[in-house]
């Protein structure tokens, strides 16, 4: 069993965990049903393993016991982007920086942390249970963001997913601008 493997199940054996992941990381694994059949232009099968409330979805890439399984996000709007070369580093994403989608938005980290923390007051303590938890690194608000534009740059052209028939364009990219 890879760690990718290892660290889905413990989320689906402890409700607890994958609950702290639900909010305020909108990282659901109750919500596994995509909106639509999508495919990789690899042909790398895509397996979803989560969703959040806007119906977007979260899929490890490729075979079942592969050594890399990056974790690629698709929004229901026809954008994704990978934010994990895998999903201990996806969950660390999501954990860190639950408001991840928001900065393809142009919003800056600061803003964004003090909504959370103002409305979320106990975010901080409740992010380092569950990476503890987990057995996952903490890191900063700004390694993470950095991580995600650099692993988002990497989406192109192997991980744009499409929906599989003619008619349908593949999906744009959720950060088009991230540095290589």
Avoid at 114 to 125: G, N, Q, S, Y
Avoid at 139 to 164: G, K
């Amino acid at each position: 069993m890879t760690a990718s493997d290892a660290l889905l199940h413990r989320l689906e054996q402890d409700s607890s965990l994958a609950a702290a992941l639900a909010w305020p990381g909108d990282f659901d694994i109750d919500r596994r049903d995509p909106i639509e059949d999508l495919v990789l232009p690899t042909g790398r099968p895509l397996l979803p393993v989560a969703g959040c409330g806007a119906g977007g979805t979260y899929y490890l890439c490729g075979e079942a016991g592969a050594d890399e399984r990056p974790v690629l996000y698709a929004d229901s709007e026809g954008q994704a982007t990978l934010i994990g070369a895998d999903l201990a580093e996806a969950i660390t994403l999501i954990a860190v920086l639950p408001f991840w989608r928001d900065l393809a938005k142009g919003f800056a980290i600061s803003e964004l942390g003090t909504e959370l923390r103002a409305d979320h007051p106990d975010f901080d303590a409740e992010r380092d249970r569950l990476l503890h938890a987990l057995g996952l690194a903490s890191i900063s608000e700004e390694e993470a963001a950095a991580r995600l534009l650099i692993v988002a740059a990497h989406t192109a052209p192997d991980y744009v997913p499409r929906v599989p028939d003619d008619d349908h364009l593949p999906y744009e990219l959720l950060f088009p601008g991230s540095p290589a």
